[in-house]
């Protein structure tokens, strides 16, 4: 009989050395996952780590700025009633220290204006003489003398007609003679070509017949070229000879007939004149004061346009640069840039953020490479316009479009002579608050 080995192994069972290993294992993670859990309830939470970190106090702000002079860079040009004039002589240099009052630069339409200020003051004398004598009374040398003086007038407007309508009829005749004498050299050039022409015609049908040589037939198509071209030169010269004689008459017709206004209108004031001094009257008194007083004011007019032909610098400072120099029409830029440079400023940009942070009176630190060591600085005030950044960091992952108030720093002495020669220099403000 075979044995019943199913029923023996269920009465004597031995585990496996693979099933102790497994035992094993499972046993130490179970103690592993009580001891970590045990750490783990041991340590604080993170609400209690966060509630234990401190966050630090915010004591400077940080931003970007420019150096300026007071005032900032103002550019000097000329009044606008000298727009379109040149710069006679420049007066100053780059870097040069410049007073209040001091002349920059002088145009070219000073010596017309003085003339016209010397006119005026004339003017002013004529007028004064003239209210003398309407004072004092008329006299008979008066009378003759005015009388003579219409006399003169008249005689020279006669004369002075007499010699323009001289000179109009003398250039007449002379573009009448220049225009005939150009007439026929024309009509003798365009004989000269017509006579090539038919040279030329004959000499190209030897010339293709093979009776003549390509030199030959070449000379008498040049000679047609050259006639031909002196015909349109002459005919140029025609054209020109007409349309300048045309306008020098023109011109000449036009000075006559203002010698003959102006020499009407002489004679009319004389006229006026005669008839004012014949009979004193208060009334003549009266206007002969108003033409004094209406020459002092021209006179005062004058003075005024003759010291708008010097450039006057309206503060003290140092010539940044120079747009205008000597002989140059006045630039759209203006003469000269200008900044009182004894007074330095930092202009910083804000972020509108941290613009509530920042008051007048607070100390500034401000570098750049470009400046040996710190400047040192106050808020003096902060602008009231939040507009778009200016000044952009040269790190390309910075905000570039930021909105930013601008606040100006005053510099101390010193620092303002260490920032003289740096207007518009980038710097990088530190504000403490």
């Not at 365009?190 to 070449?218: C, H, P, T």
């Amino acid at each position: 009989m075979v044995p019943d080995s199913t029923a023996k192994g269920s009465a004597f069972f031995k585990p496996s050395s693979r099933q102790l290993i497994l035992l094993a294992v499972a046993t130490s993670l179970a103690i592993a996952g009580t001891k970590a859990y045990k750490f783990w309830q041991s340590q604080p939470s993170e609400t209690t780590l966060t509630s234990q970190v401190s966050i630090p106090q915010i004591k400077t702000v940080t931003a970007l700025g420019r150096l300026e002079p007071k005032g900032k860079a103002i550019k000097l040009s000329a009044p606008a009633s000298s727009q379109g004039s040149r710069v006679e002589r420049l007066l100053v240099k780059e870097g040069d220290q410049v007073k209040a009052g001091q002349a920059i630069a002088i145009l070219d339409n000073r010596d017309r204006l003085q003339a016209a200020l010397q006119e005026a003051e004339e003017a002013v004398k004529v007028a004064q003489i003239n209210l003398a004598k309407v004072q004092e009374g008329a006299k008979v040398g008066e009378i003759e003398a005015q009388k003579a003086e219409m006399a003169r007038i008249q005689a020279q407007t006669l004369g002075d007609e007499r010699q323009q309508r001289e000179t109009v009829t003398r250039l007449e005749v002379q573009w009448q003679g220049e225009k005939t004498a150009q007439q026929a050299t024309i009509k003798k050039l365009e004989a000269e070509l017509k006579n090539a022409q038919v040279e030329f015609q004959r000499y190209q049908q030897l010339y293709s017949e093979g009776a003549i040589s390509q030199s030959l037939f070449d000379d008498k198509r040049l000679n047609v070229d050259t006639i031909t071209q002196q015909l349109s030169e002459a005919r140029a010269i025609l054209n020109r000879i007409d349309g300048t004689g045309r306008q020098q008459i023109t011109e000449a017709k036009t000075v006559l007939a203002r010698i003959q206004a102006t020499g009407s209108q002489q004679a009319n004031v004389a006229a006026a004149t005669l008839d004012r001094i014949a009979e004193v009257r208060p009334v003549d008194v009266a206007g002969a004061k108003a033409e004094v007083r209406r020459a002092i004011a021209a006179a005062k007019q004058a003075k005024a346009n003759l010291a708008q032909a010097y450039v006057i610098s309206p503060q003290d400072g140092v010539i940044f640069d120079i747009y205008t120099r000597s002989g140059e029409m006045v630039s759209s830029d203006g003469i000269v840039e200008i900044g009182q440079t004894k007074q330095m400023y930092a202009v910083v940009e804000i972020y509108q953020s941290d613009v509530s942070k920042v008051q007048p009176q607070q100390r500034v630190r401000i570098s750049s490479n470009s400046l040996p060591g710190e400047l040192l600085g106050t808020v003096d005030w902060v602008g009231w316009k939040v507009q778009q950044q200016n000044i952009i960091n040269s790190d390309p992952t910075e905000n570039i479009d930021s909105r930013v108030v601008e606040a100006h720093v005053q510099l101390d002495d010193i620092s303002s002579q260490k920032a003289a020669k740096f207007t518009n220099l980038q710097v990088k403000a530190v504000i403490e608050l």
